[in-house]
């Protein structure tokens, strides 16, 4: 059966006639006094917003929005449901979209990176904050339970006591405290007929290893689950290196293999995909209205090139750990190269990717939109945040190309009535 459309939102940060459109969206459902006292203004301000008589700021677009009754992004029935953990900013969600899923819970504590979400995604269910303090039989029953969840290490000292006492012991014993317990108590409750994890590669060897093995006992043995594991590099997909650890679990024995997973060689791509063009064929987003870039200029806003006063100190951390034979430093890179991880610091300085701009002029940082598209995401994506909060937000997120090939690697097995093929099922990367 095809796909599901998704309805988009399509939010822009500025323009008179989107506030207003947002503005007579609400008071179809709201009083003056009401959507006054929530954007903190006076019911005056409203009415003469409404007269036209003065212009609201673009930024109470996001708050309007909160005040929309919530549309379900599908019409009709998507080919399978699944829930958003540890969310993010929706990378992984928007890779089960793509192949039809329809999201049905969301999870995600960092109120900047719902604000972010919420620009992005609409749903027919709040944005939900700590996991720890929804009860799993308050989650909507799922085919899919997504998790990118934090690396933590479990306590063994509990564990050890339990043992020399002859004791059983469990999941609960073993990860309670962490974010990864939370994760298995939804699975042991709603019972999902699949699940993707997703976290950094030293998952493997956190805490020498007793971290992984913890997570893959308590996912296999405990829980039941068939489990598969594949280490992946962003850089078959996205110019830059990116190995994240990705855990498929099945309720049932299906015949899924990551070594049918399609992944074009490394290298085919650079930067020169990602940057912003400067020969006057940068695309005009409406929603960026020239924050990153100058069109009138055709360059990148000056703010993102680096100080004297930073540049030079860059310079010589790098060379005080060069004579120490440390290889700390900055990575300096043109539109033919492959970039660094992008990292939740990366608002700090910047130093792991810096654009080189020639011999007479310092190199600057990616803009949040260049991040954006080193990550994968489409120039429609918006950036309701500060440059700091982006930064943060796309360091900690996923390349979404890895997850839309992962998604379609599963597809068969979330729609399929028969959950067990002969043989592993590829799919055509075109």
């Known amino acids: 059966m095809p796909a599901p459309t998704p309805i988009a939102t399509v939010l822009t940060t500025g323009g008179d006639d989107a506030v207003l459109a947002y503005l007579k969206a609400a008071r179809e459902h709201h ?5 006054a006292k929530f954007l903190k203004t006076t019911p ?40 958003d953990l540890f969310a993010g900013i929706g990378g992984i969600r928007s890779a089960f979209e793509s192949i039809g899923g329809r999201c049905v819970f969301t999870s995600e504590w960092d109120s900047y990176a719902q604000k972010t979400y919420a620009e992005n995604f609409r749903d027919g269910h709040a944005l939900n904050g700590d996991i720890t303090q929804v009860r799993a039989a308050d989650i909507p029953d799922h085919d899919v339970l997504l998790a990118g969840f934090p690396c933590q290490p479990f306590s063994i000292a509990g564990v050890s006591k339990k ?22 108590r939804i699975i042991a409750e709603k019972r999902p007929r699949a699940f993707l994890l997703e976290n950094v590669k030293n998952l493997t060897s956190h805490d020498k ?26 850089a078959h997909f996205v110019p830059q290196h990116r190995e994240r650890i990705l855990i498929v679990g099945f309720r049932e024995p299906v015949a899924f293999d990551f070594d049918a997973l399609p992944l074009p060689p490394k290298g085919q791509h650079t930067l020169k ?46 060379e005080k750990h060069r004579a120490k034979g440390n290889g700390f430093g900055f990575g300096l890179v043109t539109k033919d190269n492959i970039a660094r991880t992008l990292s939740a610091r990366y608002y700090k300085d910047g130093s792991e990717i810096l654009v080189n701009q020639g011999k007479r002029k310092n190199p600057r940082r990616l803009t949040p939109r260049e991040c ?4 994968g995401f489409p120039d429609t994506f918006r950036i309701p945040v500060s440059d700091t909060r982006a930064y943060k937000q796309f360091g900690n997120s996923v390349v979404v190309d890895v997850m839309v090939h992962v998604a379609r690697l599963m597809q068969p097995y979330l729609e399929a009535d028969i959950l067990e093929p002969e ?6 990367t075109a």
């Open 31 to 35: 009083t003056q006094a009401k959507i």
């Open 44 to 83: 005056r301000t409203i009415r003469r917003w409404e007269a036209r008589q003065s212009v609201p700021p673009p930024y109470v677009i996001h708050a309007l929005q909160q005040l929309l009754p919530l549309d379900l992004p599908f019409e009709g029935e998507a080919a399978f449901s699944f829930i």
């Open 372 to 375: 954006a598209r080193l990550m």
């Open 163 to 184: 043992n020399a006492l002859g004791k059983a012991h469990g999941f609960a014993c073993e990860t309670q405290g962490t974010l990864f317990f939370d994760v298995a």
């Open 273 to 318: 995909e990602i940057l912003h063009r400067t020969d006057g064929s940068e695309p005009q987003l409406p929603w960026d209205d020239g924050r990153f870039f100058d069109h009138v200029k055709n360059k990148v806003q000056d703010k993102y090139t680096l100080t004297d006063k930073l540049w030079r100190y860059l310079q010589n951390y790098a």
């Open 423 to 428: 043989l592993p099922l590829r799919y055509a």
């Open 209 to 234: 290893g007793r971290t992984f093995t913890v997570i893959k006992r308590t996912l296999s043995e405990e829980l039941g689950y068939h489990i598969h594991t594949r280490v992946i590099d962003g």
